[in-house]
Structure formats: C-alpha cells, structure tokens
C-alpha cells in the first residue's frame, strides 16, 4: 500500500489540530483533590486524506490509544479540535457524535476481547444496524450482515455462529466487518494486527489494502511494529510521551529520518535478511519512558537521547560525567518545536536533528 508518490493533495476527511487529553490525578480518601495530570496527548497537529493511510507509531505509553479514543469522540479532549469532513465533533453533543460515527468508525486491538462472546457473529456485526436503522432496513439486515462477511473473506452462511468457534484471524475480520456497515469514510485502525500470528498480520493487512483500494476508505492507523507501518502507511506520525516529534511521508521518515528518537526505533526494526544481520548499528535507550504525569523540562526525550550526549561531549564536554549530566542546556531547557530542520524536507522535534552519521558497523 505504502506509496511515496502519493497525492497528498486530496480531500481532507480528518484535521485534528492542538489535540490535548489531560487526565487528573487525585489523592485523599474523602476529599479527592487534584495534586498532578497525566498529559497522555499533547497538542498533536494531524491530517488525513481520502484514500490515504495515516501511520502512527510509538511506544507503550506515548499516547496511541488515547489519540484513537479521541478522534472517535469516545474521550472528551481537553484542548484542541477533531474535525470529521469538516465537521467539529469536540464541540457536539451526544446525538451529533453518534450520528457522525457513521463516517468514523474504530478496529479495536484484540480480537479475543472486542467481540461479546455471547452474541452470534450476524448480532455482532448487524449491531451498528440497530443503532442507525436508516443504515440498513429491518427485512434485509441478515442480507446485508452476509454481504460484509463476504466482503470480509468469511463465509456467509456462519452468520449463526459465535467468537470462540473462530480463529483469531478470522475474529478480527469479524471485527473488520461490523466497522464496515455503516458504510464509513474513515477507519481508526488501533494496532488491529499486533494480537495475532505474524503469518495472519499479513493476512489482514492484506485484506485491509484491498477494502481500501475498493472503497475509498481512509485509515489512521496505529501501531508500534514499524515494519507493519511502512508495508501500509503513506504518511507516518512518530509519537513520543503524547507529543508528535516527527513526521512525514513514509519515504522520508524511514530513509531519512532527523529525530533521534525515530532513528532509535528503526535501528530496533528485526531484518528478516540473515545474511545482512550485523551489518546495522543498533541503538540502544537507557533508561524508562517517563512517566506522563511528570514528564521532563525542555525536550521530553533529552533523558534518554544518545545524540544530546554525543553532542555535548562533541562540544568539550566531560564524557565521564553521569549519564543524565551529559545533556546541553538546550535540551533540558527549551522545548523544541515541530518543524522543518536543516537538510529535511519534514518536521521533527530535535533541537540538533540530524541523520544518522554511522548506519551499519563492519
């Protein structure tokens, strides 16, 4: 699917613009008072166009599934807008949300937990139908769930029968289908792959692609398996402790990537190529993602950058000092924006964004 030449020029289905969600956090027994927040996404800038694929990566941790919840309306955002087809669902109420999933519909993770095991496959994906009745009419609802699971690559005539009698696979096409009743414009895909065997992920990536190329459907689509991204992504948004530090076409992230963070997770990408194993310097992070509640001042990822030491210690600085004292005072103090740096046709947040000097070792 990944395609570097795409049209970026078409139909915006999706802008989201200064996307914040801060969670309080509350001690005390009888009186609950606010002592921190959680920023779990903060003032991320996205768009989406018809036909295109969206990628979002990061950690555990950075944000991704808040972000899904977010732009489906299920979380109210602290801060910033979420337009849909132009259409600001942030400042609707309950009835216009649910009259605009109809364009915007989500595929959950994992397929053991997204289907209720006590509904029949026909309920589970005729269940959009009861909600938006005008979607498709009571006489030809089981007509219509059969055309799905066919479009799908299941067999119609299981319409009767339940989750556990299928494979995980064949779960998350169950999945796949009741998102697609409604007809929707936009999928929000979060991680749908990464629960299942790495011979189905193929499968319904796959499957993914072809509904895209014959509907017209637009995807976000979340995960941390970078090398599922860049087989389906035509855009690619890196995230890191709720914020977007780079982002781009997946050309340009992969093959030139500026942030040190992204080059960090694409050093960490398996190569399936026995015979080039060893030929790539891999980077290693020390250190744990920072909690959202307290992240650090200035750039959030000074803490665990390997280019702030290489630059410090670059400028005449004490390379025996303690691994957190090897930080230029830039770093620790200003946060960088989200822009384009220096030799890059992309943005990304790194005060000294660069790419990588060293990409293989002998």
């Not at 599934?65 to 609707?92: C, H, N, Y």
């Not at 005539?157 to 929707?184: C, E, K, T, V, W």
């Not at 991680?191 to 011979?199: G, N, R």
């Not at 709720?242 to 960490?268: I, K």
């Amino acid at each position: 699917m990944s395609n570097s030449d795409a049209d970026l020029s078409g139909e915006v289905v999706l802008e989201v613009e200064g996307l914040s969600k801060y969670f309080p956090v509350r001690n005390g027994t009888f009186i609950r008072r606010k002592v921190a927040e959680v920023k779990a996404v903060d003032g991320v800038n996205l768009t989406l166009r018809k036909g295109q694929t969206l990628g979002v990566v990061g950690e555990s941790g950075s944000g991704k599934s808040t972000l899904a919840r977010l732009l489906v309306g299920v979380e109210k955002p602290t801060a910033g807008t979420v337009k849909v087809q132009g259409t600001d669902i942030t400042t609707m109420g309950r009835a216009g949300v649910r009259r605009l999933r109809r364009d915007i519909q989500m595929i959950f993770q994992d397929p053991y937990t997204s289907l209720n095991p006590r509904m029949s496959v026909g309920a589970i994906v005729g269940e959009p139908f009861s909600i938006h009745p005008a979607a498709a009419p009571k006489g030809s609802r089981d007509a219509a769930v059969q055309d799905l699971l066919d479009l799908v690559g299941l067999n119609p005539d299981h319409i009767n029968r339940y989750p556990h009698q299928f494979s995980g696979g064949q779960r998350q096409r169950i999945g796949i289908a009741r998102a697609l009743a409604l007809r929707p414009k936009i999928l929000i895909c979060d991680e749908p792959v990464s629960a299942l065997d790495v011979s189905i992920q193929g499968q319904v990536i796959n499957l993914l692609e072809r509904l895209q190329n014959e509907l017209g459907l637009a995807y976000l689509f979340i995960a941390h398996d970078l090398s599922v991204v860049r087989h389906i992504a035509d855009e690619v948004a890196v995230m890191y402790l709720g914020r977007v530090v780079e982002s781009g076409s997946d050309a340009a992230v992969y093959e030139e990537a500026m942030h040190p963070y992204t080059q960090a997770l694409l050093s960490a990408v398996p190569v399936p190529d026995p015979t080039l194993r060893g030929q790539r310097t891999e980077i290693v992070l020390e250190g744990d993602v920072p909690s959202p509640s307290d992240p650090p001042s200035g750039c959030h990822f000074h803490t665990r950058c390997w280019r702030a030491r290489e630059v410090f210690v670059a400028d005449g600085g004490d390379p025996s000092l303690a691994f957190a004292e090897r930080v230029p005072a830039t770093c620790r103090t200003d946060d960088p924006a989200l822009q384009k740096r220096a030799g890059a046709d992309h943005p990304s947040a790194c005060h000294f964004a660069r790419q990588r000097d060293v990409i293989s070792s002998s």
